[in-house]
């Protein structure tokens, strides 16, 4: 198949990685002579047709830049009738052929969807929940991590000072990946993730014993822990039906039962999105450009889906 033009597009939250694969993929794409169009904010870029030609100087320096070049959404063509129609119709009205999804597990799906309907479609993976299918890591996942940890490096001197229990509430959605590796990259003294029933009497029990000791403690918690309520049917949801986490309030239900239960003064603080902002760091730099001249290269080769 004659390869022209490629679009690329990202998708879902944003996340420090994906600057350095668009720019890889671009880079490398042009240096092979095939044309690329940077669909703007995911999949909605496609149904409204606001899409930049991408050349070498559009990604000159954007190596070490958090965000997305493009912009993202959390648009689903798989749940409005005829909105992937739309996308297909699209994407040969832009006389693309070939895409470069970079995506999470929603933007992913939409990818597996088009592909299974016959639109050549490869898929980089990328999300600071670390939680796709069959990858070990995903770029920004250790940006985050590293955010995080500093996060509970600063907890440790004011809670130190003022003798209290420190909670922080990170992301992660449903899997315990960003909590469990801040966690123990600080040294902290619990970490709750949605994979590990809660068992507060367990937790409070250790809490105090350490608090007795050193007059301090700190805890981890992801924003998906199970805490036997959710906001159930009201519950604000994305496009792809996910519940706003953060709304929950997890840090501050787990900090209120820890004061309950031991009497010590605590303290939640939730990181949320300061975790998806900043330069990458070098592993998701190197990541992220490994990832995007993967794709571009499957792409050459004509191997999609
Ligand atoms: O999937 C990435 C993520 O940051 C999750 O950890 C979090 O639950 C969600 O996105 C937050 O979404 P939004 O940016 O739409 O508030």
């Known amino acids: 198949m004659g390869l022209n033009k490629v679009g690329i597009l990202t998708g879902g939250g944003d996340c420090p990685g994906l600057n350095p694969a668009i720019r890889a993929a671009v ?23 606001e899409v930049t030609p991408l050349g070498v100087e559009s990604v000159a320096g954007i190596i070490g830049q958090g965000g997305t070049i493009l912009g993202t959404s959390r648009t689903n063509p ?26 999470g597990d929603d933007t992913l799906s939409v990818a597996a969807g088009l592909w299974e309907r016959g639109v050549p479609v490869v898929g980089v993976p990328k999300t600071m929940d670390n939680d796709i299918e069959e990858t070990d890591y ?12 500093e996060a509970v490096e600063r907890l440790r001197d004011t809670a130190r000072s003022h003798r209290r229990i420190m909670v922080l509430e990170v992301m992660g959605r449903y899997t315990g990946w960003v909590a469990l590796w ?61 519940e706003a986490l ?47 001249i993967g794709a571009a290269e499957l792409i050459r080769q004509g191997r999609f889906g």
């Open 27 to 49: 880079a490398y794409l042009v240096r092979h002579g095939i044309k690329v169009i940077g669909i703007h904010d995911g999949w909605r870029g496609l149904l409204t047709e």
């Open 78 to 103: 798989l749940k409005v009738e005829g909105d992937l129609a739309k996308v297909i119709k699209s994407i040969k009205a832009q006389g693309l052929d070939a895409i470069i999804a970079i995506g």
């Open 182 to 242: 801040t966690g123990m990259a600080s040294g902290a003294d619990w970490i709750l993730i949605p994979e590990v029933p809660l068992d507060l009497e367990e937790m409070c029990e250790n809490l105090h014993r350490i608090w007795d000791k050193r007059r301090y403690a700190l805890v981890v918690t992801s924003e998906g822990l199970d805490m036997g309520k959710t906001g159930g049917a009201g519950a604000e949801r994305d496009a792809f039906g996910h």
């Open 138 to 149: 995903c770029f920004g996942f250790d940006t985050a991590v590293t955010v995080a940890v």
């Open 246 to 292: 953060q709304k929950r309030g997890v840090g501050q239900w787990v900090a209120d039962q820890i004061h309950d239960r031991t009497g010590v003064e605590t303290r939640a603080s939730v990181i949320g999105h300061i975790q998806r902002g900043g330069a990458p760091t070098t592993f998701d730099r190197i990541l992220a450009t490994r990832l995007g």
